[in-house]
């Protein structure tokens, strides 16, 4: 079945640094990705919807400007956390989307000290 | 808008019962699919089903089976003769068809003691 990766799977990053997490689809593309916040012992949370080539579309509350996301191909989006701070401390999830299906990755633990 | 009630938040049962695990779900669209994922401690959401809107037929996979029931809007999910291996948070999720946006119920906790 379709995979989809994402890197790294835990970082601890300082307060106020910034922190790129990668979302890759391994054996499809992928035109639409989404990526999904967990804050512990909560449900999942839609934060942005990725497109290829586009500039994301941001969930009502989400900081774009905090959380950049760069789908520059069609195997491949990324999520930057800009100026993290503790309280942006989750686990992030990306999903990979083709016609009729979804995939999700094995999630990112972030942890801001 | 969407939304994907789960109003189980915990469940204990004892290894070898059987349990269920309830989902409802509200949906305008006529297209949607449907879909349940287990997330054990590790964190890593683990697929367990997908079923799209004109399908209801109800589906057994070993030990476990979902009953869709469109009319009541539910989706529910049982175990057979739980395992301690079982227990996890069980999340129920509902995806549109055409933008693929998953909305997630709250999870129910599934503790499953020896």
């Known amino acids: 079945g379709a995979v989809v990766s994402q890197h790294p799977s835990r970082v601890i990053c300082k307060s106020g640094t910034s922190v790129k997490i990668e979302c890759r689809s391994l054996?499809?593309?992928?035109?639409?990705m989404f990526w999904y916040r967990q804050f512990p012992k909560q449900s999942l949370m839609l934060m942005a919807t990725?497109?290829?080539?586009?500039?994301?579309?941001?969930e009502q509350g989400v900081e774009k400007d905090k959380f950049l996301i760069n789908h520059a191909s069609l195997t491949l989006s990324t999520l930057t956390v800009t100026s993290a701070h503790p309280e942006d401390s989750s686990f992030y999830i990306c999903?990979?989307?083709?016609?009729?299906?979804?995939?999700f990755g094995p999630g990112t633990r972030l942890t801001v000290t | 808008a969407q939304k994907v009630t789960q109003a189980q938040t915990e469940i204990s049962v004892v290894e070898k019962e059987d349990v269920t695990l309830d989902c409802v779900y509200e949906?305008?669209?006529?297209?949607?699919?449907l879909f349940w994922y287990k997330q054990p401690p590790s964190g890593e959401l683990v697929f367990l089903i997908r079923?799209?809107?004109?399908?209801?037929q109800n589906e057994i996979s070993g030990r476990y089976s979902w009953n869709f029931q469109k009319s009541t809007s539910s989706f529910n999910f049982t175990i057979t003769a739980s395992q301690v291996v079982d227990s996890a948070v069980y999340f129920c999720?509902?995806?549109?068809?055409?933008?693929?946006?998953?909305?997630f119920g709250d999870g129910t906790t599934l503790t499953v003691k020896p």
């Open positions: 999903s990979a989307k083709t016609p009729g299906e979804q995939y």
């Open positions: 054996d499809f593309q992928a035109t639409t």
């Open positions: 990725s497109n290829e080539g586009s500039k994301a579309t941001y």
């Open positions: 949906t305008r669209d006529t297209t949607y699919y």
């Open positions: 079923r799209n809107s004109f399908d209801e």
């Open positions: 999720a509902l995806s549109t068809y055409l933008a693929g946006k998953s909305t």
